[in-house]
């Protein structure tokens, strides 16, 4: 059973709109959600992070929403550039997991 | 620092052929992580260590596979004897955990493996 998961496999965005990949979760444990980025040929990359002790986290053109109510985390990148297309995977930590739990991840294609 | 380091990049063999990866963790740092990666399943953990010791193993597959830490710089994930099924991209990942939290995992570029 998938504890984090990213329901859309894929997104399309115009160049300099807003993207919002967003990924659901269902252990309440959960407490530290991460947001790596990957791009073909490469390992994930860090990209930003959220504790539960809040909702937003702010870096630049990327924000991390939590909404722990609802078992829901969103990243939003504002404006969206085309270098922002890769694979971006949602993954969470916290309770007696002592790893990551990542989902399948979303690619975003941003279009020219 | 050179990052995490994974060999081969690219390994293809024949199925019943004992596949070898290597990982070199960012030096410093007190975990290691192997991962592998399919379209059916995403990025799932196989195994982790910590201070050299496996800590969570149950995402190894099946006894086919094994990890081992013999010190702080070096790791590998043999898979003997390989299957077709196993054909998947490999990513060995470091990270620093001082406390429960797991800090930030970093990720080695990862081993292509294609066995036929």
């Known amino acids: 059973d998938q504890q984090v998961k990213q329901n859309s496999p894929s997104l399309s965005v115009q160049e300099g709109r807003i993207s919002i990949l967003n990924c659901d979760y269902t252990?309440?444990?959960?407490?530290?959600f991460l947001w790596y980025k990957k791009y073909p040929a490469e390992g994930p990359t860090f990209l930003i992070s959220?504790?539960?002790?809040?909702d937003k986290n702010e870096d630049g053109r990327f924000t991390v929403f939590l909404n722990k109510s609802a078992k829901h985390l969103s990243l939003h990148i504002v404006p969206s550039q085309p270098g922002d297309s890769a694979v971006y995977f949602c993954a969470a930590v916290g309770g007696s997991q002592g790893n990551l739990i990542f989902g399948k991840g979303t690619k975003l294609s941003v279009k020219p | 620092d050179a990052g995490v380091i994974q060999s081969p990049r690219h390994e293809v063999t024949e199925m019943g052929q004992e596949v070898t990866l290597r990982c070199k963790p960012i030096s410093g740092h007190n975990s290691l992580f192997w991962y592998r990666q399919t379209m059916m399943r995403g990025l799932e953990l196989l195994i982790y260590?910590?201070?050299?010791?496996?800590?969570?193993d149950s995402g190894m597959p099946e006894d086919r596979f094994s990890a081992k830490m013999p010190n702080a710089s070096f790791s590998t994930l043999k898979i003997q004897p390989s299957e077709p099924r196993d054909s998947a991209v490999y990513f060995c990942?470091?990270?620093?955990?001082?406390?429960?939290?797991?800090?930030?995992?970093?990720f080695g570029p990862g081993t292509r493996l294609l066995v036929l």
């Open positions: 990942a470091s990270s620093y955990i001082a406390s429960v939290y797991q800090e930030t995992q970093y």
């Open positions: 252990n309440s444990m959960f407490d530290y």
């Open positions: 260590f910590n201070n050299n010791v496996p800590i969570d």
């Open positions: 959220i504790s539960s002790i809040k």
